[in-house]
């Protein structure tokens, strides 16, 4: 699945890797999106270079095209009226609050395949075999997992 890199998309706060020398340079999604960086932005949150240690770095994120989803308003629609108060609680737990819930519902936010996958496995669990289907869909890069623009602490720094 071929798309052009937007930069746009890639969500605020999110780390980016400027390090060149890594070998997995080629498939980390942090790579990529450092080498997109509009001449506009002059700073932001990135991984620093001393996080490769022996050739592994614990912020790798492998570079995927996905088919991500967005939209419940038609998700409960064919629903027992005693059903959806359940399994609605199940899906903003599962994406981490009414806050998180709604920038899926709204399309703030798009849904990885395995988060689609996982809210049909609760549709699944009261019965309900029917695939279900969010409002919209959009091919894009998944920037899904840790976003944090919490600045790290540095133990031994040297004045």
């Known amino acids: 699945?071929?798309?052009?890199?937007?930069?746009?998309?890639?969500?605020?706060?999110?780390?980016?890797?400027?390090?060149?020398?890594?070998?997995?340079?080629d498939d980390c999604i942090r790579f990529l999106a450092g080498q997109h960086v509009p001449s506009t932005l002059m700073s932001?949150?990135?991984?620093?270079?001393?996080?490769?240690?022996?050739?592994?770095?614990?912020?790798?994120?492998?570079?995927?095209?996905?088919?991500?989803?967005?939209?419940?308003?038609?998700?409960?629609?064919?629903?027992?009226?005693?059903?959806?108060?359940i399994l609605k609680a199940k899906v903003i737990n599962y994406l981490g609050g009414p806050v998180a819930c709604y920038g899926y519902g709204?399309?703030?936010?798009?849904l990885t395949p395995e988060q689609q996958e996982s809210i049909q496995g609760f549709f699944n669990e009261l019965g309900y075999t029917n695939t279900?289907?969010?409002?919209?869909?959009?091919?894009?890069?998944?920037?899904?997992?840790?976003?944090?623009?919490?600045v790290s602490k540095v133990d031994n720094r040297e004045e």
């Open 44 to 85: 932001g949150p990135s991984i620093y270079p001393n996080s490769l240690t022996d050739g592994v770095c614990p912020y790798f994120k492998q570079t995927r095209v996905i088919h991500g989803a967005w939209g419940f308003r038609n998700l409960y629609k064919n629903v027992a009226k005693a059903d959806a108060p």
């Open 1 to 25: 699945m071929a798309k052009k890199f937007n930069f746009r998309e890639v969500p605020a706060g999110y780390q980016l890797c400027f390090n060149g020398q890594c070998p997995r340079k």
């Open 132 to 150: 279900i289907v969010f409002e919209g869909y959009s091919i894009m890069y998944d920037f899904s997992g840790e976003v944090t623009d919490e």
């Open 106 to 110: 709204h399309g703030d936010k798009l």
